[in-house]
């Protein structure tokens, strides 16, 4: 099953702060490139100067998820949920997170909530269909 990810590192220049925008460049190349040690340390290093920025919290899961470290990156999701618990993006991505590690119920309360917040939520709507499909599936299979 494929749940869609909104962790398209261009739509996290949205949520870069004006800070880290000139390095931006840098760290896309990096990410592009397999980089990932020293694209995660530029971003820890802004994370030191600025260590309350939501975007660049936000950027480090989206890298660490993109590097294939889903437990990690769901981590600063979970600090970004209790911080803004009103976000419906962040609500979507740790229910996409869940779904790539296979908890499936957190993800489908995460998708739920994600569209309680924004009602025409379309990521939030598909990965929810996802999940359905995917529990009517196993549902017949027994």
């Given at each position: 099953m494929k749940v869609?990810?909104?962790?398209?590192?261009?739509?996290?220049l949205a949520y870069t702060s004006l800070s880290f925008a000139s390095n931006w460049d840098e760290i896309l190349k990096l990410i592009k490139n397999g980089n990932e040690t020293e694209a995660i340390a530029i971003v820890n290093q802004y994370?030191?100067?600025y260590p309350n920025d939501p975007e660049l919290?936000?950027?480090?899961?989206?890298?660490?998820?993109?590097?294939?470290?889903t437990r990690e990156a769901k981590?600063?999701?979970?600090?970004?949920?209790?911080?803004?618990?009103?976000?419906?993006?962040?609500?979507n991505n740790l229910g996409v997170l869940y779904a790539k590690l296979g908890e499936y119920r957190k993800a489908?309360?995460?998708f739920e909530l994600a569209l309680k917040l924004k009602?025409?939520?379309?990521?939030?709507?598909?990965?929810?269909?996802?999940?359905?499909?995917?529990?009517?599936?196993?549902l017949t299979s027994k």
């Open positions: 869609k990810c909104i962790f398209l590192f261009i739509a996290c994370i030191q100067k919290i936000f950027l480090r899961g989206a890298t660490l998820d993109h590097f294939g470290k981590e600063n999701f979970l600090i970004l949920c209790n911080k803004y618990p009103k976000d419906p993006i962040i609500k489908r309360v995460f009602t025409d939520y379309k990521e939030a709507k598909n990965n929810l269909s996802l999940i359905q499909k995917q529990d009517r599936v196993y």
